[in-house]
């Protein structure tokens, strides 16, 4: 499979370039040259398949010309080894559990995936490959995990200092050996940023060999769609409504790997693109007017995206046509007090806890649903484990609750972080020394 730029179609290059690459040239972003339809008898088994089968099928469809089938298998089999049950919150709604991975976030599906896949492509090659990741909180810690100690590849991650959580914190900045961590003086837009011009610098980029795993890197994204064949399947056990999906977005690779699942097949209803105060997408959606904006700091921090990255694709799969993006997605944002007041209903009412992301998300589909004559289910991600957001969670359903031992682990080790200014030059003397 070939990968175009949305910036020129015709800028084509391979699987190994598109990954290691990350961002073309152009600044544009990296699309597979086709989505693949699955095949009517994938379809017809789907309930009978594990998410791991289903991840291997779709994986297959986009990387499969480019990879042994062994050592597809290995990354798939080794990148998701854990679960994404479906758990019913009440009636028609359902909270696909995404935290089950080694850093309880959703961002583990994608960078496992990726650092496997990375891993494969560049064995032969001997220079090595330096990462640059901008985080807003749990980018940073999945793609840290997922490549800790892997062969060839060094690893800078850069978050915004104190904007994300203090379990984040100690996820990212507290690892040795091939990862290093920037605390910058900034936004989670200007780590972006940084990273962004890094990419650009053609000088730099002679001296250096840079990569991306920001969910704008195809090998990050793509993955996200097999647990959309997984949470379909396992709501279609349950009931036999059209299924609504609400994704709680900030760059929108989450989303955008949905659209694609849909491409290729997946009877998804409708989506619904959940976002906390930073409200670029609905605001485009209803003006059509794009208008990027400085990120607002909010309680679900991972979403504070004022330029999402993945737009781009989005833009490209529906050719700019807004009104085609609307009959598909609908997008509504939701301030913190209307995430806390949600936090709390549904916890008294169902027992069901949602971290402040999946609470946007449920915020979202609630809106939807409400507005929609048919009668609907709707499946929301939650894209978190509660517990990594404990102060806001705590405080809003007046408990304590308690830390799974897989966040404990991390808590009380040194940090080894690097404070740094936003200013460019500053990155890029780091880079090169
Ligand atoms: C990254 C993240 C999101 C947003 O996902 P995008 O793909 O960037 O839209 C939502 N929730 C959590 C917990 C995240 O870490």
Redesign the pocket.
Known sequence: MKFYSTKNKNHLVSLKEAVLKGLPPDNGLYMPQQIPCLSQKFFDQLGSLSLQEMALEVANAFFGDDLDPVDLRWIVEDAINFDAPLKQIHDNVFSLELFHGTTM???DFGARFMSRLMSKLISKQDKTVHILVAT????GSAVAQGFYDVEGIHVTILYPSGKVSTIQEQQIATLDKNISTLEVDGTFDDCQQLVKTAFLDRDLNKKVLLSSAN?INVARFIP?SFYYFYALAQAQKITDKPLVFS?????????TAGLFAKKMGLPIDHFVAAVNANDTFPKYLTNGKFKPEPSVKTI?N??D?GN?S?LGRIFDLFDYDVEAIKKEISSYSFSDDKTREIIKDIHDSTGYLL?P?GAVGYLGLQKYLGSQRENLAGIVFE??HPAKFKDVVDQVIGGNIAIPKRLQAFMGREKTSKRISRKYEDFRAYLLS
């Open positions: 976030a959703f961002k807003s909180g749990d980018t969910s996200q994704v709680p977005s900030g760059n929108f690779g989450n989303l679900s991972a979403m995206v999402p993945n971290d992301h894209t978190a």
